[in-house]
């Protein structure tokens, strides 16, 4: 039976890659507030699996994901 941990792990590592390959096919773009909110999600959630695995780069790579995906919603939602 998958753990809730790998599950978090998978679906944060799927809601960044979905919003990654949405933005390459031009179907989002960076200011896209669907964009931004698979960016936080997945990085939120992939920060989360890191720590459960004490995996340090990881977690400071998602992590630092996370924070500039916050700050990009917060910028976007000002200028709206």
Avoid: C, R
């Amino acid at each position: 039976m998958i753990s809730l941990n790998l599950l978090f792990g998978i679906v944060g590592m799927m809601a960044l890659l979905l919003a990654f390959i949405l933005n390459l096919l031009k179907f989002l773009t960076q200011d896209d507030l669907s964009y931004i909110i698979l960016n936080i999600a997945g990085g939120g959630l992939s920060t989360y699996y890191a720590v459960s695995l004490n995996a340090v780069p990881f977690m400071i790579l998602e992590g630092v994901w996370t924070l500039f995906a916050l700050y990009k919603l917060f910028k976007v939602l000002k200028v709206h």
